[in-house]
Every structure is written in C-alpha cells, then in structure tokens.
C-alpha cells in the first residue's frame, strides 16, 4: 500500500492539492461564522498595513512595521485558534481531505500510469485534448 500511495501521489498531486482546496472552501461555506472572522481578521490587517502605513503612534509610544506584522500575527494566531472555531474548521478540512487521498492513494492501482525510469519524459502539452496541433511561434533572431 505504501508503494502505492507514493507513485500515487506523485501522479496524482495537482489532483489532490485540488481536492484539499475543494474540501477546505466547502467547508468554510457550511461554516459561515469562521469565514466572517477569517474576513475580519483580513480587514483588520488591511486597515493596520493600508490605511496606517509606515510607523504607527499609540499613546505616545511608537511602533515600526515589524512590531506591527509581530503584534497582527499573535492576534491572529489567539484569534483562529483559541477564541473561534477557524482552527477547528481548517483542520477537520485538512483531515478529511488527507483521509481521502490516503484511501485513494492506498487503494488505486497505479496500472501503466508512469514511465520507467529509464525512459526520458517528454514535455507535457497542456492543449493536448484538442483535436488541432498546437505549434510554438518561431523566435526572430536577426533583428
């Protein structure tokens, strides 16, 4: 099964990079309260780096960029994972994306889906489905 999952993977990785996006957007979607914090938390970072650009003073004291980006991140960080439940819904997507590609990864038989590592690869062609050969421009050289 590990064999599996590894020339799996390596096959299938746009596909599951694409399942974890899909898994990860439903389920903010069925969560609407972790997206609304997850757009607070953007706009208060909008408004801290846009509308004050450059150092920011509060009472008297002043704080650079990086105190800022310090101070906007340990907000964050308390904020996703121990005031709301943006943490809860991120990682219970991670998992059940994980659990899928694993199951599929384990049990897919990787049936004439790779070359042998002695073949040489050709260049991938994006535009391949279309039923008319897509040739690149010729280059002017003397000009």
């Given at each position: 099964a590990v064999t599996r999952m590894r020339k799996n993977s390596s096959y299938f990785k746009l596909n599951y990079v694409a399942i974890i996006l899909c898994t990860t957007i439903l389920s903010f979607l069925m969560h609407p309260g972790s997206l609304?914090?997850?757009?607070?938390?953007?706009?208060?970072?909008a408004f801290a780096f846009l509308a004050y650009p450059g150092t920011v003073e509060?009472?008297?004291?002043?704080?650079s960029e990086r105190e800022k980006i310090v101070a906007m991140s340990v907000l964050s960080f308390v904020l996703?994972?121990?005031?709301?439940?943006?943490?809860?819904?991120?990682?219970?997507?991670?998992?059940?994306?994980?659990?899928l590609i694993a199951l599929h990864g384990a049990f897919r038989e990787p049936d004439n889906l790779f070359?042998?590592?002695?073949?040489?690869?050709?260049?991938i062609n994006p535009f391949s489905f279309l039923p008319i050969p897509i040739s690149t421009p010729a280059v002017a050289t003397n000009v």
């Open positions: 609304i914090v997850l757009a607070l938390i953007l706009a208060s970072w509060i009472n008297g004291k002043s704080f996703i994972f121990f005031v709301t439940s943006v943490g809860t819904v991120f990682f219970s997507a991670i998992s059940i994306s994980l659990a070359l042998d590592d002695g073949e040489a690869q050709s260049p």
